[in-house]
């Protein structure tokens, strides 16, 4: 089965940074678009970043753009989401996300497979 394991979540300062890790395995990692997603409490889950199957198409939402990059590395399949410039409304749960197909993923509908999440705080 598709697994999805989140790492380097955590509590940070305003305006600090964090990485965060997502190692895939049970799947061709390649073959699938991934993104990233969070969700903070009483709210819907939402869309972060993501990024293609080769890397060359990337999507961020306004709230997180010029702060967040997403990446990914096909050779150890792994996707990183690099956050800078961290803001108390970036608190939430960030959950890594396999794409239904080759292409970015922007809506949960589109999602294949979640991770677990990993909690990320960021203080004021």
């Known amino acids: 089965q598709v697994q999805l394991v989140e790492s380097g979540g955590g509590l940070m300062q305003a305006g600090g940074s964090l990485r965060l890790s997502c190692a895939a395995s049970g799947l061709t990692f390649s073959s699938y678009g991934m993104g990233w997603f969070r969700q903070a409490p009483g709210k819907e889950r939402e869309f972060v970043a993501s990024?293609?199957?080769?890397?060359?198409?990337?999507s961020y939402s306004d709230s997180v753009k010029g702060r967040f990059t997403i990446s990914r590395d096909n050779a150890k399949n792994m996707v990183y989401l690099q956050m800078n410039s961290l803001k108390p409304e970036d608190t939430a749960v960030y959950y890594c996300a396999v794409s239904r197909g080759r292409g970015i993923v922007t809506i949960t509908p589109d999602v294949w497979y979640w991770g677990q999440g990993t909690q990320v705080t960021v203080s004021s």
């Open positions: 990024i293609s199957r080769f890397g060359g198409t990337t």
